[in-house]
């Protein structure tokens, strides 16, 4: 069974600049998460869906974070006009019931 | 405030010496879960432990629910155990909204 992939691996932009990234979760799993976890911290949720629909994005910066999840399977994740502070890993993660699966993350550095 | 404390933030080891990691947390926690990242690689679940003692393999967790606190021992450590421990909770039982600790660093060399 394929794991939760992730894509691009990594990523380096210049201040003000967009990226978009993108989950494959386990096929079967209707919970989906994004976490961005900074350098020697802890990861931190940013928002999870539940099919199609989102169900928390308290910690979701708005102004400048999107995330959708169109059809309830792949989920793309979007920063407009990067800051450095946004440096991290971004991980995504699904789950089926309770025990949530990471991909690899998406390394993000910022200029 | 910082949920989820983690100690040490560190720690150096010789290969087959035992590693002690411990796990502090402000709030009630319904479910917790000890996770293993490698270094560049993805979270792994270890074990989730909300209360009480659990072993798989050379790892052994205590939670103590009413002190807020949970330790993960690891024994014989081996070269391959090396990477980062993080500590979550779950305060609403579901599994959806993990609260990690930084993590703790372990190096285990030959």
């Known amino acids: 069974e394929a794991g939760v992939t992730q894509s691009p691996r990594y990523a380096v932009l210049q201040e003000g600049q967009a990226v978009s990234f993108w989950c494959d979760p386990i096929?079967?799993?209707?919970?989906l998460y994004w976490y961005q976890q900074p350098r020697d911290q802890g990861p931190q949720l940013l928002v999870y869906f539940r099919d199609e629909a989102v169900i928390d994005n308290s910690q979701l910066p708005s102004d400048r974070f999107s995330a959708v999840r169109p059809k309830g399977t792949n989920s793309t994740l979007k920063i407009q006009s990067a800051k450095q502070g946004d440096t991290a890993t971004y991980l995504c993660?699904?789950?089926?019931?309770?025990?949530?699966?990471f991909g690899p993350g998406t390394r993000l550095t910022v200029l | 405030g910082q949920q989820v404390q983690q100690s040490p933030a560190s720690l150096v080891l010789q290969e087959g010496e035992n590693a002690e990691l411990q796990c502090n947390f402000s709030s009630t926690a319904t479910q917790l879960q000890w996770f293993y990242q490698s270094p560049g690689g993805s979270l792994v679940s270890l074990l989730s432990?909300?209360?009480g003692t659990k072993h798989t393999g050379r790892l052994t967790s205590t939670t103590v629910t009413k002190e807020r606190r949970s330790s993960l021992h690891i024994s014989s450590s081996q070269t391959t155990d090396s990477g980062t421990y993080l500590c979550?909770?779950?305060?609403?039982?579901?599994?959806?909204?993990?609260?990690f600790g930084k993590g703790a660093k372990l190096t285990v060399s030959p």
């Open positions: 096929s079967g799993h209707d919970t």
């Open positions: 432990n909300p209360s």
């Open positions: 993660a699904s789950s089926f019931q309770y025990e949530q699966y």
């Open positions: 979550a909770i779950d305060q609403q039982g579901t599994g959806s909204k993990l609260s």
